[in-house]
């Protein structure tokens, strides 16, 4: 009970400026919330302008998504719209700015999910679509498969008439360097947390009641031998269910997909009857556990949300009905 008050305690905590205890009287009656990747992000490494292009670009983000929400859109028109903002924008490690491969080419992987229907589209190991969330959205609405990867799910693509871009596309001269960094390193290892953060997500409550979320990744830093993350698992990276939460995920991948992290949430809620503050500090702390740092956004049918990260930081922000947006990044 103890560790139940605490997590409780620690999830209001980590709010961005609302407290667990407000939220339970004044939940978001339709909302968003996004995040912009979890890792080693110091404040006294960003430089002013850095900082403020990164706000600038989540608050761009939110406000696309708010105003879909606001005149009565879907939640999947919001998630998709944000998600999509965040990955023309260079600065997230999706879409363009996505980090490197071993090889030195970029593979991008995405996915998103209805709540009020359970379906779900995903796509994995994309190097030519400018917007992934969207093709992942067709995939849900066009296709009758869940996951499409590679050269197949790019056929897919170009069957929807959906913009193709050159690989030079993806190019940002940080992700470059990123990649030359750790390449120097002796192993193999995994990357470092600071050279991997960027990937991007988002979940909303529209007005009707509907919760969705998504999530755009381009992977880790050095990646090699066509690996996949968490992003694109439904259950792992990204899950929604009208009945319990909507989440999406962001940190290292192996771990995510290994605690299953979006669905335990969603089943603690469902089955345990847990707050969605105090389910996704537990499931976040069990994917810890197994050795795995990173950090989430979810948020619930009545508009309670939580932004739990264990990282030094987290690109995340929120915005709720009255339009103001609110956006963070260190703890
Ligand atoms: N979870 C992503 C992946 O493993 C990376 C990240 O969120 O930083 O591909």
């Known amino acids: ?27 978001m009656k339709f909302g968003m919330v996004i995040h912009g990747g979890a890792g080693t992000i110091e404040r006294r490494e960003m430089t002013p302008e850095n900082e403020a292009a990164h706000r600038a670009g989540l608050e761009q983000s939110l406000k696309a998504g708010y105003d879909i929400l606001q005149r009565g859109g879907s939640s999947l028109d919001a998630v998709e719209a944000a998600i999509r903002v ?22 991008l992987d995405a996915s998103i999910m209805d709540g009020k229907t359970l379906n779900a589209g995903a796509v994995a190991d994309l190097q030519h679509i400018r917007n992934p969330i969207s093709l992942a959205r067709l995939v849900m609405e066009k296709s009758p498969h869940v996951m499409l990867v590679g050269a197949g799910a790019e056929a897919f693509a170009r069957k929807m008439g959906m913009q193709f871009v050159d690989q030079k596309y993806f ?13 120097a390193k002796s192993s193999p290892v995994p990357v470092s947390d600071k050279d991997r953060h960027g990937t991007v997500g988002a979940v909303a409550l529209d007005k009707a009641g509907n919760l969705a979320a998504g999530t755009s990744t381009g992977g880790t830093t050095n990646k090699q031998f066509g690996r996949v993350g968490d992003s694109p698992i439904i259950g792992a990276g990204t899950y929604a269910n009208n009945r319990t939460c909507a989440v999406s995920c962001t940190g290292d ?5 290994r605690s299953v992290v979006a669905y335990d949430i969603s089943a603690m809620m469902e089955y345990k009857g847990m707050p969605v503050q105090a389910a996704a500090q537990a499931a976040l702390d069990k994917a810890l556990k197994l050795g795995g740092t ?17 990282t030094s930081g ?12 609110t956006v963070e990044i260190y703890k």
Not at 8 to 22: D, H, P
Not at 88 to 107: I, Q, R, S, W, Y
Not at 294 to 310: R, T, V, Y
């Open 171 to 183: 190019y940002t001269d940080e992700r470059w360097q990123s990649l030359q960094k750790e390449k």
């Open 1 to 27: 009970m103890l560790q139940l008050h605490l997590a409780i305690w620690l999830g209001g905590f980590l709010l961005a400026g609302t407290s667990a205890a407000e939220q339970k009287d004044n939940p």
């Open 253 to 257: 991948g192996e771990y995510f997909i």
């Open 294 to 310: 990173g950090g989430l956004i979810a948020i619930d049918k009545e508009g309670h949300f939580a932004m739990p990260f264990n």
């Open 86 to 107: 965040l990955e023309d924008n260079p600065l997230f490690n999706a879409g363009k700015g996505a980090v490197f491969t071993h090889e030195g080419t970029n593979e």
């Open 314 to 325: 987290m690109y995340r922000g929120k915005v709720g009905p009255d339009g103001k947006v």
